[in-house]
DNA sequence: CACATCTTGAACTGATCAGTTCAAGATAGG
DNA sequence: CCTATCTTGAACTGATCAGTTCAAGATGTG
């Protein structure tokens, strides 16, 4: 398959070189990332890790190891890449709260409208599937949503509200967060996503002004 | 509930009446649903709901239909009998709007609540696998969630709230009720739960009384 | 008792799954 | 040229998957 592919369709291919590897680990990665982010765990085989890659089978197994380590690479390459995006997003907190959870939520508006990557969210996801994964992928998922929560607790404190207030907006404004996931998946528009935003972003501006 | 006639751990068993169904139908959908509801659809094999519902494997392609079909009716009956709950809950919106979407979230937090039932909600989670799911079971699974913000909307308009603010209201709420599968999933309490809902229940005071 | 009707378990097909192994091919550095 | 190193395709194992088939068993009805 691979071969006759290369054989007719791909004529030229420079690889083989001895010593290093032949790949980029980040572009594979993210190709795997991506793959399991469409259609997640369970509906990932290795040979569909091994189209998405472009890297043969044995190839996958020796550099990326085995499924349930891959995915957890990935998930974790995914946790850290947006979680990056909204640490950067909530930044501002201190100054414009308001504004940081706006940026927060747009973070994932954006990703949801770029067309290069599939809808949902693979934190989601792999939540959804808790009680099929395996303990280490299921513990992962539980800490990244437990620290999307945490991000915005910091923040919405650092933006002088009271404790017990970010608590509670910070565990609504996440599970807002990952409730665009699911309505994305569902074929919900652009703009339905953000009327539910925009109600979260009101009510914050509310509680933001009565603490004045 | 399931099993009150056949338990796959008993050995002799009571069965073979001629001319009529041996099983009672209701209760062998009930284990289905909840199978599928546990594990989704592509975690959940044959033999699974063999041994969920007690009936032979030959008699669930035989009563109930392959794989796809029978999810289809599961997801069906889900969506019928908490939509009539959710419908049950909105009745009173029209003297008390904000009572009744908060026993519509109620509806949500008791069954999440209960421990004879999964977590999660299997509209979320066969929303979530839409990209990998037939089209017939991905319509129904989209049909059941506008289904729920149209719910929600014809609430709040009996409501007198404005066509605007119960359609912005409506797809949050809706969005909301999802994020409660996800989060339920991913292990949060049901004080955070009840924390999640109850920003929004504010905000809609918030809008209900700026409306009067 | 005999028949009609239904359920059952088990076997079977063909497909796909994860994971392993290995000989053949390719190439950089010596 | 030679060798060390890496990639590749392909074959293979053992397991599981969905779906089908069917003889044997069970039981109400006539």
């Known amino acids: 398959m691979m071969g006759s592919i290369r054989n007719t369709d ?28 469409r259609a997640g765990y369970a509906d990932t085989s290795v040979d569909d890790l091994s189209r998405a890659t472009g890297l043969n089978r044995s190839s996958i197994y020796s550099s990326l190891g085995d499924k349930d380590t891959l995915f957890l690479r990935c998930l974790d390459r ?19 709260p308001l504004a940081a959870v706006r940026a927060f939520f747009d973070v994932t508006l954006e990703r ?4 290069e990557l599939p809808d949902g969210c693979l934190i989601a996801q792999s939540a959804m599937a808790i009680p099929v994964l395996s303990p280490a992928v299921a513990a992962h998922a539980k800490e990244a949503l437990g620290l999307q929560r945490l991000r915005l607790r910091a923040a919405l404190k650092a933006g002088r509200m009271t404790d017990q207030a970010a608590e509670a907006f910070a565990v609504h404004a996440a599970a807002v967060n990952q409730s665009l996931a699911v309505m994305s998946r569902a ?26």
Chains 1, 2 share one sequence.
């Open 10 to 37: 791909t004529p030229a291919r420079k690889c083989h070189v001895a010593g290093k590897k032949q790949f980029d680990m980040d572009t594979a990665l993210d190709a795997a990332m991506i793959q399991f982010w």
């Open 78 to 96: 995914y946790a850290a890449r947006y979680g990056d995006k909204y640490d950067a997003a909530l930044s501002c907190a201190v100054s414009e």
């Open 112 to 115: 949801i409208a770029d067309p």
């Open 187 to 212: 074929g919900a528009s652009p703009a339905q996503l953000l009327a539910i935003v925009d109600v979260t972003i009101d009510a914050l501006a509310q509680a933001l002004r009565a603490r004045d």
